[in-house]
């Protein structure tokens, strides 16, 4: 027994060291790309050069180390070239990695099902219309990326977490004009059609207008082409709602698990009509307006008696 705890402290120990050693490392990068603005010392002039970092470059370090890949060192993704400074110019020139390069044949992710994810993609508008120019880097920041459907958030923390991975390039004209010669649409104006417009932007998920819902993948990412885009009021705001197979899945799914009710998973989160039904409150409903019929009935049947008598 004893044997056996000395190993755990062990391994604790080595453990705690490596990540000791992975955080200084990460540290030395973070000096520069962790601040607004950055200094190093000029071999030309012999003096210490202060410079604005590039936004495109800046790492939000409380982010990073709350994110998906927030035990992993830069190194593990970066060149180890990057670790002398000033960096070679051609290092700007490295192929990152996509998503499929690491997650890709993983059984420890499977449920999250990455291939799927790529093909869908790969059939998407932002594919067809840039081609290897958009990457999964395009939305998801690797630096601070955070899965937006964890069980424990409300529907109001998933869309915004969400729709601010859309808004990061579509109400950005720096980001946008990556991929794009020409200026971002005004997203007010062009979802001026859409009513009560300010409860839809911070209720409804960008990508559940603007995807084919997948069952096999928990957020579909086959963008459709503006014209394709979800238009019809009915096909959110009913029994049968779009929204059920997409921003309510993973709620309903949580429900059943725990008590069979899927209703109480978006009761006071959204509004589609027949959905936000309790079907226990619609008995108790019945039941007391029946009572009330017969109360009213009694009450007539002994006025008219009363009535009578006199």
């Keep these: 027994m004893k044997q056996r705890y000395k190993f755990t402290w062990l391994l604790i120990m080595l453990l705690g060291l490596f990540v000791h050693s992975q955080a200084q490392q990460n540290q030395q990068c973070l000096k520069c790309h962790g601040q607004v603005f950055y200094q190093y010392d000029n071999e030309w002039t012999g003096q210490v050069d202060k410079r604005p970092m590039n936004p495109f470059y800046h790492i939000d370090s409380v982010k990073m180390h709350t994110s998906v890949h927030k035990e992993f060192s830069c190194t593990d993704c970066h060149s180890p070239d990057y670790e002398t400074f000033p960096h070679s110019g051609e290092l700007r020139m490295e192929e990152k990695y996509a998503c499929i390069d690491c997650h890709g044949g993983d059984e420890n992710?499977?449920?999250?099902?990455?291939?799927?994810?790529?093909?869908?993609?790969?059939?998407?508008?932002?594919?067809?219309?840039?081609?290897?120019?958009?990457?999964?880097?395009?939305?998801?920041?690797?630096?601070?990326?955070?899965?937006?459907?964890?069980?424990?958030?409300?529907?109001?923390?998933?869309?915004?977490?969400?729709?601010?991975?859309?808004?990061?390039?579509?109400?950005?004209?720096?980001?946008?004009?990556?991929?794009?010669d020409e200026m971002p649409k005004d997203l007010m104006e062009t979802h001026a059609w859409l009513p009560n417009q300010a409860n839809h932007f911070t209720k409804v998920r960008c990508v559940d207008c603007h995807t084919q819902v997948q069952s096999d993948i928990l957020v579909s990412h086959k963008i459709l082409a503006k014209e394709e885009a979800l238009r019809n009021c009915v096909q959110c705001h009913s029994t049968n709602s779009v929204l059920m197979e997409s921003l309510y899945s993973h709620k309903v799914r949580e429900s059943r698990e725990e008590s069979g009710f899927i209703n109480a998973a978006i009761l006071n989160e959204g509004y589609m009509i027949g959905a936000n039904r309790n079907v226990v409150l619609n008995y108790v409903s019945v039941i007391l307006f029946g009572l009330l019929i017969i109360g009213l009935l009694i009450h007539l049947i002994l006025r008219f008696t009363i009535l009578k008598k006199k």
């Design 109 to 180: 992710f499977a449920k999250y099902n990455f291939e799927g994810i790529e093909e869908a993609f790969m059939e998407s508008v932002h594919f067809k219309a840039n081609d290897e120019k958009f990457n999964c880097w395009m939305c998801h920041d690797p630096h601070g990326y955070q899965l937006a459907l964890r069980s424990q958030e409300s529907i109001k923390d998933v869309v915004s977490l969400s729709n601010q991975m859309c808004l990061d390039c579509h109400d950005n004209k720096f980001k946008y004009g990556l991929i794009s």
